[in-house]
C-alpha cells in the first residue's frame, strides 16, 4: 500500500487538523523512514529512508504548511552506480533544500549530497569524498546552511580510528575544509563522531562531540568554534559530575547557543535517588549556563515527572529555551513526544507532550522516539520521531510528525501567539500574603478557567477549576514563601500566565 494512502486514511480517521498544527504519523504496513525536517517557503520537507516495496534509497515527503501531504516520493539515483543510500540530515537555503545522507558504492560508505527543491526535483546528487569505513562509522547526522556555505557533521577515519568530522562545502557541493576534533586524538580506544553542529549568535559554531568507549566511560564534548574550524574552547564530561556548581551527578543530553555569546546544556540528573523502580519513570533535569569562554556560571535543577529520552535543546531570539524530547510516561504509557518552554529566566512556562491511541491493540507500543525538530517560522515548532511497535519478537515502527503551535498545541487557535484577547487579566496583590484575586473580564457565558500553580523549578503545585466566574479568589496560606508561575486557561486553551510572590 503506498504511503500516501495511509497518511489520507490516518487523517481521515482523525479528522481535520487547524492550519498550522497536527500530529500525523505512518500507519502499518510502512515502507518509509523519516529521520529530519526541514522548513521551507511553502512547507516542510521530510527526509530518511525507503526501506521495502518499491525502493531501497531515499525518501522524500513534503508537507504544506495546513498538515496536507502535497507529494511523496522514493529515490532512485542508479546513475550514480549506487548499492543503497538514504537521507539522514536536511535543511534549507532558499530556494532549495540540501540533504545529506549515506551511500554504498561497491562496498564502500561514502557521503551522498543533494539539492532539492520544493517540487522534490533533484538538482544534482553529489557523492562527496570521503574515505572508505567499515560499519556504521560514515554516518552523517546534521547539516546547516549559513549565507552560502554548508556544514555537515559526522566522522571521519585517522591512523587511531574514526575521529569527529566537520566539513564545510560550498552550495555546489565542493569542499571549502574539513576539520576532525577528538578527545582523545591519538588513541583507538573510542569511536568518535559529531552529533550536531549548530550556528551561534556571534556567528560562531557549537559542535557536540560523542566518544563510544570501548572499555570505560563514554565522553561527552562540547566544541565551540570559529567561522575557520578552529577551536576557542571546550568542555568535556568524562564523569558524570560536570560541574562545580552541584554534587549532582549528570549524564549529557544537548547544547544550544543562548545569549549573546553564551551556551546553555542540558542534563539528565542521574543521583541515585532519580529513574529507580519506586519513582520511574521521574527523573529531573538540569541546566548548566556557560559564558564566552567557557565557564560555568549557573546551573539549575527541574523536577521533572516524566524522564526525559533522546532530546534537543534549542534557543530563540528572545533567549527563551525549549527542549523538544521524548519523554517516558512509565511501561504503560511508554514515550510521549513534545516540547518543554522555559521563559527567559529559566522557569517552565508550559510543558506539552502527546501520544496518539495505539491503532494496534495486539501489538504493544514504545511510542514515538525523537529524532530532530526545529523551531517554525509562525513561532511553532516541528519534530521528527520514530513510533515503535513490538511484533514476534522484533520491532517495526511508524514514521511521525508532530507540529506544534507557539503554546505547544496540537490544533491550531490563530490567536493563539498573539496577545491574548483578555490583555487586561489582573491579579492582585502582588507581592500576596494569605490570598490573591485574579479578575478576568468580558468572560463569555458557561464558561471553565483552569489555574495551574507552577514552583519556580516546573513542578506543579496546585491545580485549580472554576466554571462561570471571573473574578477568582485563591487562598495562598498554606504555601510556601518564593515565586510561583500561574498559567490561566480558558475552556482549555491558553489564556495568559501571571507570576505571583508568596512573601
Known amino acids: 500500500?503506498?504511503?500516501?494512502?495511509?497518511?489520507?486514511?490516518?487523517?481521515?480517521?482523525?479528522?481535520?487538523?487547524?492550519?498550522?498544527?497536527?500530529?500525523?504519523?505512518?500507519?502499518?504496513?510502512?515502507?518509509?523512514?523519516?529521520?529530519?525536517?526541514?522548513?521551507?517557503?511553502?512547507?516542510?520537507?521530510?527526509?530518511?529512508?525507503?526501506?521495502?516495496?518499491?525502493?531501497?534509497?531515499?525518501?522524500?515527503?513534503?508537507?504544506?504548511?495546513?498538515?496536507?501531504?502535497?507529494?511523496?516520493?522514493?529515490?532512485?539515483?542508479?546513475?550514480?552506480?549506487?548499492?543503497?543510500?538514504?537521507?539522514?540530515?536536511?535543511?534549507?537555503?532558499?530556494?532549495?533544500?540540501?540533504?545529506?545522507?549515506?551511500?554504498?558504492?561497491?562496498?564502500?560508505?561514502?557521503?551522498?549530497?543533494?539539492?532539492?527543491?520544493?517540487?522534490?526535483?533533484?538538482q544534482y546528487s553529489e557523492i562527496i569524498d570521503?574515505?572508505?569505513?567499515?560499519?556504521?562509522?560514515?554516518?552523517?547526522?546534521?547539516?546547516?546552511?549559513?549565507?552560502?556555505?554548508?556544514?555537515?557533521?559526522?566522522?571521519?577515519?585517522?591512523?587511531?580510528?574514526?575521529?569527529?568530522?566537520?566539513?564545510?562545502?560550498?552550495?555546489?557541493?565542493?569542499i571549502v575544509w574539513k576539520n576532525k576534533y577528538s578527545?582523545?586524538?591519538?588513541?583507538?580506544?573510542?569511536?568518535?563522531?559529531l552529533l550536531d553542529i549548530k550556528k551561534t549568535n556571534d556567528n560562531s559554531y557549537l559542535l557536540e562531540l560523542y566518544s563510544d568507549a570501548f572499555s570505560s566511560y563514554d565522553i561527552s564534548t562540547i566544541i565551540k568554534i570559529n567561522n575557520n574550524g578552529d577551536e576557542i574552547w571546550r568542555k568535556s564530561y568524562d564523569t558524570i559530575i560536570p560541574t562545580n556548581l552541584t554534587s549532582d551527578s549528570l549524564g549529557f543530553i544537548s547544547a544550544a547557543p543562548y545569549k549573546d555569546s553564551h551556551v546553555i546544556a542540558l542534563f539528565n540528573v542521574t543521583n541515585e535517588d532519580q529513574y529507580n523502580?519506586?519513582?520511574?519513570?521521574?527523573?529531573?533535569?538540569?541546566?548548566?549556563?556557560?559564558?564566552?569562554?567557557?565557564?560555568?556560571?549557573g546551573y539549575k535543577r527541574f523536577y521533572n515527572p516524566a524522564a526525559l529520552a533522546s532530546s534537543n535543546i534549542q534557543v530563540n531570539t528572545k533567549n527563551e529555551v525549549f527542549i523538544l524530547?521524548?519523554?517516558?510516561?512509565?511501561?504503560?504509557?511508554?514515550?510521549?513526544?513534545?516540547?518543554?518552554?522555559?521563559?527567559?529566566?529559566?522557569?517552565?512556562?508550559?510543558?506539552?507532550?502527546?501520544?496518539?491511541?495505539?491503532?494496534?491493540?495486539?501489538?504493544?507500543?514504545?511510542?514515538?522516539?525523537?529524532?530532530?525538530?526545529?523551531?517554525?517560522?509562525?513561532?511553532g515548532f516541528?519534530?521528527?520521531?520514530?513510533?515503535?511497535?513490538?511484533?514476534?519478537?522484533?520491532h517495526y515502527y511508524n514514521s511521525t510528525l508532530l507540529k506544534l503551535d507557539c503554546i505547544g498545541d496540537t490544533v491550531w487557535n490563530s490567536n493563539s501567539c498573539l496577545s491574548p484577547e483578555f490583555s487586561d487579566v489582573t491579579l492582585f496583590p502582588n507581592p500576596s500574603i494569605n490570598n490573591f484575586t485574579i479578575q478576568i473580564p468580558s468572560l463569555p457565558e458557561y464558561s471553565e478557567i483552569i489555574l495551574k500553580i507552577y514552583d519556580v523549578s516546573g513542578k506543579l503545585v496546585k491545580e485549580f477549576s472554576f466554571k462561570d466566574k471571573n473574578v477568582i479568589n485563591v487562598n495562598t496560606i498554606e504555601w510556601a514563601k518564593g515565586v510561583y508561575n500561574c498559567v490561566i486557561y480558558l475552556d482549555n486553551k491558553f489564556l495568559d500566565r501571571k507570576k505571583i510572590i508568596k512573601m
Open 183 to 193: 578527545q582523545y586524538p591519538n588513541s583507538t580506544q573510542y569511536s568518535e563522531y
Open 382 to 394: 516541528i519534530l521528527s520521531a520514530q513510533d515503535f511497535y513490538f511484533e514476534f519478537g522484533s
Open 277 to 297: 523502580p519506586i519513582t520511574y519513570p521521574r527523573r529531573d533535569f538540569a541546566l548548566i549556563e556557560y559564558d564566552e569562554y567557557g565557564q560555568e556560571i
Open 325 to 379: 524530547s521524548s519523554s517516558e510516561y512509565g511501561e504503560t504509557e511508554g514515550y510521549h513526544l513534545g516540547v518543554i518552554k522555559l521563559n527567559s529566566e529559566l522557569e517552565i512556562e508550559w510543558s506539552n507532550f502527546y501520544k496518539k491511541d495505539n491503532p494496534f491493540a495486539e501489538l504493544p507500543e514504545a511510542g514515538p522516539l525523537f529524532n530532530n525538530g526545529h523551531l517554525t517560522k509562525d513561532g
Open 1 to 122: 500500500m503506498r504511503i500516501i494512502i495511509s497518511i489520507l486514511t490516518f487523517l481521515f480517521q482523525i479528522g481535520t487538523f487547524a492550519q498550522g498544527a497536527y500530529y500525523y504519523q505512518h500507519l502499518k504496513p510502512f515502507n518509509n523512514e523519516i529521520f529530519d525536517v526541514a522548513e521551507g517557503d511553502n512547507g516542510f520537507l521530510t527526509v530518511g529512508r525507503s526501506s521495502g516495496g518499491d525502493g531501497n534509497g531515499g525518501f522524500l515527503l513534503y508537507i504544506g504548511i495546513d498538515g496536507n501531504v502535497k507529494w511523496e516520493k522514493n529515490v532512485n539515483l542508479e546513475y550514480l552506480s549506487i548499492d543503497a543510500f538514504d537521507y539522514r540530515s536536511i535543511t534549507y537555503q532558499s530556494p532549495y533544500f540540501y540533504t545529506i545522507g549515506r551511500a554504498g558504492i561497491n562496498n564502500e560508505r561514502k557521503y551522498l549530497l543533494s539539492k532539492i527543491d520544493e517540487q522534490g526535483n533533484i
Open 130 to 174: 570521503t574515505p572508505f569505513q567499515l560499519g556504521n562509522d560514515n554516518l552523517p547526522s546534521k547539516i546547516i546552511s549559513d549565507k552560502n556555505s554548508l556544514f555537515i557533521a559526522g566522522s571521519g577515519i585517522t591512523d587511531f580510528g574514526t575521529k569527529g568530522e566537520l566539513l564545510k562545502l560550498d552550495l555546489d557541493g565542493n
